[in-house]
């Protein structure tokens, strides 16, 4: 396998997350289970995809609760409160593997979420966003495909040139690289409970 091309995930690949702090957020602000990382309701999908605003967003999470009395504020809140931050060791890596591959990141995410993050990359790190490391980023929200679905993968790979067999995604859910198999890409899970990015691409010999 010789590998050229990268694509990696964001959320929990790169930056930390924690999905078990939005779902106790939601549950205290009575909405029960409603979200988890591999079984998401209709809603969720759809601010991933840009089918609904952020604004919308909030106003039908609100209507879910039963209680009026809670704020966009405190919704907004609760969404992004599985947002743990970005270590300055992840950046480092980032530029290793710039120099040896071409880099795409892919991202399911909103414009709640990525409004955050970046965000944080500005306030923590002085950084505006993740430009500088990769050639290209997709946002789920944006290009309006959300993982795993293989047309997100073919857009990546039509749009930049790219050779299927020279070209790896790495994520942290399961589903996600079946998606990019099924696509004719390689792809690796990343088991965050064993590994981290680093450690794994050593153990495939594309890191050293």
């Keep these: 396998?010789?590998?050229k091309n990268l694509i990696l995930d964001l959320g929990g690949v790169l930056y930390d997350l924690d999905?078990?702090?939005?779902?106790e957020a939601f549950l205290n602000l009575g909405l029960g289970e409603n979200f988890s990382q591999l079984k998401q309701s209709t809603l969720f999908d759809d601010i991933e995809e840009g089918k609904v605003s952020s604004v919308s967003f909030v106003d039908q999470l609100i209507a879910m609760s039963g209680n009026s009395d809670i704020t966009s504020k405190q919704i907004i809140d609760a969404w992004n409160a599985m947002l743990l931050g970005m270590p300055v060791h992840r950046f480092e890596l980032l530029e290793l593997l710039g120099k040896k591959y071409n880099l795409y990141l892919y991202s399911n995410t909103n414009e709640i979420h990525i409004k955050e993050v970046w965000k944080h990359y500005q306030e923590v790190h002085g950084v505006a966003n993740l430009d500088d490391y990769f050639l290209k980023i997709y946002l789920s929200n944006e290009i309006k495909i959300r993982k795993p679905k293989a047309a997100g993968f073919n857009l990546i790979v039509q749009e930049n040139n790219l050779v299927k067999e020279e070209t790896l995604f790495i994520d942290d859910s399961p589903q996600h690289v079946e998606g990019a198999i099924s696509s004719g890409i390689h792809a690796f899970?990343?088991?965050?409970?064993?590994?981290?990015?680093?450690?794994?691409?050593?153990?495939?010999?594309?890191l050293s």
Excluded: A, P, R, V
Aim: proline share 0%.
């Design 189 to 206: 899970w990343l088991d965050l409970k064993k590994e981290d990015l680093s450690s794994l691409l050593t153990k495939k010999g594309l």
């Design 19 to 23: 999905y078990f702090k939005t779902q």
């Design 1 to 3: 396998m010789k590998i």
